[in-house]
């Protein structure tokens, strides 16, 4: 059965760093492509970071680059969201997402809060 397990959210002031970690299993992150999602309270889920199969390019929302970097490590069949410069906009529950047509699958998340 395919599970896929956020991990590493939490509470973090404002400036601060986290760094998720969505962990695998019976599903090879590697030729998935690995997305992060969040949704706020109120507010629809939407795309944070990507990363391909493969080669490993990676995408980002304007909202989070150059201070969100996505990162995968095969042998541990782990996708990572390291965030920082961290901002009280970026409260959400984070979700790891991998696609592979047709397959489908979701974490169930994870609590970022930035608050002081």
């Known amino acids: 059965q395919v599970q896929l397990v956020e991990s590493g959210g939490g509470l973090v002031q404002p400036g601060g760093s986290l760094r998720l970690s969505c962990a695998a299993s019976?599903?090879?992150?590697?030729?998935?492509?690995m997305t992060w999602y969040r949704q706020a309270p109120g507010k629809e889920r939407e795309l944070v970071a990507g990363?391909?199969?493969?080669?490993?390019?990676?995408n980002y929302a304007d909202s989070v680059k150059g201070r969100f970097i996505i990162s995968r490590d095969n042998a541990k069949n782990t996708v990572y969201l390291q965030m920082n410069s961290l901002k009280p906009e970026d409260t959400a529950r984070y979700y790891c997402?991998?696609?592979?047509?047709?397959?489908?699958?979701w974490g169930k998340g994870t609590l970022v809060t930035v608050s002081s």
């Open positions: 019976e599903l090879r992150v590697n030729i998935y492509y």
């Open positions: 990363i391909t199969s493969g080669g490993g390019s990676t």
């Open positions: 997402h991998a696609e592979r047509w047709p397959m489908d699958y």
